[in-house]
Structure formats: C-alpha cells, structure tokens
C-alpha cells in the first residue's frame, strides 16, 4: 500500500476523477429513476448505475486518503469493504443510515455482478426514490471530504 497525502488536505487529482465519475452515474441513475417507468426492466440498469457511483465515490475517498491505483483495484467491487475503510481512514464519524443501508443491500448483487449479467437471484431491489437519495448523500458527503473550497485547479 502507498500513502501519499494525508486525509483534511486538499484532493489529489485523482481523488477528483473518481469523484467526477461516481457523479456522472448519479446523474444518470437519478435521470432513470425520476423518468423511467415503475417496473422491474430498469431495476438492475438502474441499481447498476447506483452502485458504480456509490463504489466510485467511495474509491475517491480512499484514493483522497492516499492509497494507490493498485491498493483500490485490490478492494475489488465491494461496497461493505470500501464503505468500512473510508470510514476508518476518517471520511466520517457520525454513520448516515440511510447510506448504511443502501450499502447493505447493494453490496452482494454488485460485488457478483448481479446487476451485469444474467443470474437468477432473489434479491429484492430497494426503494428507487429512497436509494438515489441515499447515493446523492455519499456522493455530497465525499465531495465535502476531499474537496477544499480554497484549493481552485482540481475538482
């Protein structure tokens, strides 16, 4: 593992990357899920495009915590894992529950890539409106992490 910048200080260029990232699928994912119809055809689409900005997110705080490119590839496309480290490197104290949760439930399904290809499954998708919620909250609170309103050439 490399630590090269310590958490509080302004954001590496890569920190802003993933960041820009993981908002670009939360835009879309919000786009599906405020303009798609209630029915369970756009549910993996939609919940892929929520996890990915969620696993971004999350690996935009880590790599703001200093870990490299292949430290964040070794964390793979667990959620749980990344949400648990981002929080002992000091993303937060205070845990959201919403965020816990929808972390929870799209963990497994993302890390099997459930929502990719074809498998059956009896997991059940959560609430649309209450996940992208919950998204946008990691995503603002990440933004908060690593971004520095001083510090103008990134993000």
Known sequence: ??????????????????????????????????????????????????????????????????????????????????????????LYSAQDLSIDRLIEALDQPHALQLFRYPQSSSWTAPDRNTATQAMAGLLDLVGSYIYDPAQTDCC
Request: charged share 20%.
């Open 1 to 90: 593992m490399s630590v090269s910048a310590a958490a509080g200080t302004y954001p590496n260029r890569r920190a802003c990357e993933y960041l820009s990232m993981a908002a670009s699928y939360g835009d879309a994912a919000k786009m599906v899920g405020e303009h798609a119809p209630e029915n369970q055809a756009i549910e993996r689409p939609l919940f892929q495009l929520i996890a990915h900005a969620l696993e971004l997110s999350l690996k935009a705080a880590l790599s703001h915590q200093g870990h490299d490119e292949e430290w964040l590839m070794m964390m793979g496309h667990s959620l749980e894992r990344c949400y648990a480290q981002a929080i002992r490197g000091g």
